[in-house]
Every structure is written in C-alpha cells, then in structure tokens.
C-alpha cells in the first residue's frame, strides 16, 4: 500500500495522551511484574494491545503489508515489542519507574549512533559531547549507598534502548512505503505472535492473579500500547515535521517520576536524581545539536 500524506491539524493532544500512556506504563509494569512473570507479562499486555489493534484495522481498513516487506515486519516486531518487552520487563523488576524512564530516553541517541555506524551520518561535537553526559549520568546512576556497582537492571535497561534504537531504524524503513499507524498494528501483531511462546504460562497467572494485578495489565495492553501507539501515529501525520512531536518525550521521565511517587510511592535516591538530570541534559543538547546546522 501506497504511503497517504499526512493530515492537518492539531496534533498536541495526541502527543500528549501518548507521552501519559508512555509514563505510566514504567509505573504499572513495576507494580504488575509483583505477580506476573516478565514474560507473561509482555505476552498479556500485547494479547490485548492486538485485540483492541485489530479493531482499529478493520475500522480504517487496513490491508496487510506487502510480501515483500514481512521480513522487515517480523524483524520490527522482534526488536521492538518481542524481545523489548521480555528485556523491558527484566530491568524494571529491579529498578524504579523514574530510572528505567530515564535509561529509556537514552534510546534515541542510540538510534543515531547507530546510523552513523551503519549509514555513516556526522555526529556535531556537541552531539558527542552530549553522549559523554549521558554516558556520566549512566555511571552516576549505578552509584548506590556511596558506592560504585553496576546495577544488572540497568544493564536489561540499556539492552531494552538498544533494542528500541534498531526498532526505530527498522521502523524509518517501514514508514517509507506505509503510514505510522499500518507500521505500529503490523509490528504490533508480529511481536504479539512471537510473545504467544509464553501463552500457556501467562494464562495460569492471569487466573490467579488479584483483580488489581488484571487491572495494571489492562492499562498497560488498551492505554500504553494500542492508544498510545495510534495516539503517536496520528500525531506524526498532523505535526509539521517529526521533532515537533518527538520533543514531547522529554517529559516522560519526569511524569514518570512524578506518577511513580504519587502511585507507587517510589522516591528518587541522591544518584537517581543526579544522574537523571545529567542524562536528560545530554538527550536536550544532543536533540537541539542535531538540530542545528553542522
């Protein structure tokens, strides 16, 4: 299918219901992993993104992507929601809904990294010293009751931004020939169908699990997955470029933070603080670097 251009209007709101299903999701997957599996977890929360997905496709018609393309497909479902989440999850069983944020703001920086290495695209000076903050702030943040340790969570946590910046290539790839919102539902399906691999455990969790536990998977399959996703689609189609609406990720770590202490009442020790402020200084100066002229 023929990419269509994209529409006119405002695309604040979208962004908006995006980045608050985004943020809360580092705060009920934190307080649902307290009964389900990682595995189970991302399995169940993607079981439901892809029945409320599929009902979005049949409304607006969308046809299944060329033969062609099902590699690309499978592999973007792979990277961003198969083994993210399995990823994803791991690290956020150890760390606080404000570290994990943090850790996963790094990812775009990744993403460029990565194209640098494999299209060969200049990073500025600022850019690189950007990455040295962030990378800094990452040492700061594994600095716990005044002593250095590399905390393994946050280890899952890089390896789940990794995941994320090649996730974001492979999406680049995909959006050249489709819209955001066919890319999120094909990849959506695909990494749905490969988390199917941890069905039969995630059934007999979700039947003993508390009311509240189905709650905190519900949120996380209809508000931070299939609404934020079609939520940010619609956004990118209505914005008048892309870094209009990626700026609005900024706020997601200091949501999340703010919604793991008002929910989770999780609080921000001295190196979660100092090593946050210092990584989202290197994500703001490497994004308005970038912007710039070289």
């Known amino acids: 299918m023929v990419k269509r251009a994209g529409k006119r209007g405002s695309f604040h709101i979208f962004a908006i219901i995006t980045i608050a299903g985004w943020s809360i999701s580092y705060v009920f997957t934190r307080m649902a992993l307290s009964h389900f599996s990682a595995y189970s977890l991302g399995f169940l929360r993607y079981v439901i993104a ?65 194209v640098r290495v494999i299209y060969g695209e200049r990073l500025t000076s600022v850019q690189w010293f950007a990455i040295a903050v962030e990378f800094a702030g990452i040492l700061i943040l594994n600095v716990r009751n005044g002593k250095f340790s590399v905390g393994v969570g946050i280890a899952w946590l890089l390896l789940a931004a990794l995941l994320l910046s090649v996730f974001n290539l492979l999406q680049r790839t995909l959006t050249k020939r489709y819209t955001g919102l066919q890319v999120s539902i094909y990849s959506i399906f695909a990494g749905t169908a490969m988390l199917a691999f941890f069905m ?53 770590p200091l949501l999340a933070s703010v919604l793991g202490f008002v929910i989770a009442g999780e609080r921000p020790d001295a190196s979660t603080l100092i090593g946050g ?18």
């Open 277 to 294: 402020i210092a990584i989202m200084i290197g994500v703001f100066c490497f994004n308005m670097a970038g912007r710039s002229p070289t």
């Open 200 to 252: 039969e455990g995630a059934i007999e969790e979700a039947r003993s699990a508390a009311p509240e536990y189905l709650f905190f998977v519900s949120m996380l399959g209809i508000f931070s997955s299939a609404v934020s996703y079609v939520s940010w689609s619609m956004a990118i189609e209505r914005a008048p470029s892309t870094s209009s609406v990626s700026n609005y990720m900024f706020i997601t």
């Open 50 to 114: 892809s029945a409320v997905l599929a009902a979005v496709a049949c409304a607006f018609k969308v046809s299944p992507p060329d033969r062609k393309d099902w590699g690309t497909v499978a592999a973007s479902g792979a990277t961003g929601f198969f083994l993210y989440m399995v990823v994803f999850n791991t690290g956020t069983m150890t760390e606080t809904a404000a570290t994990s944020s943090i850790i996963i703001a790094t990812a775009p920086i990744m993403t460029a990294l990565l």
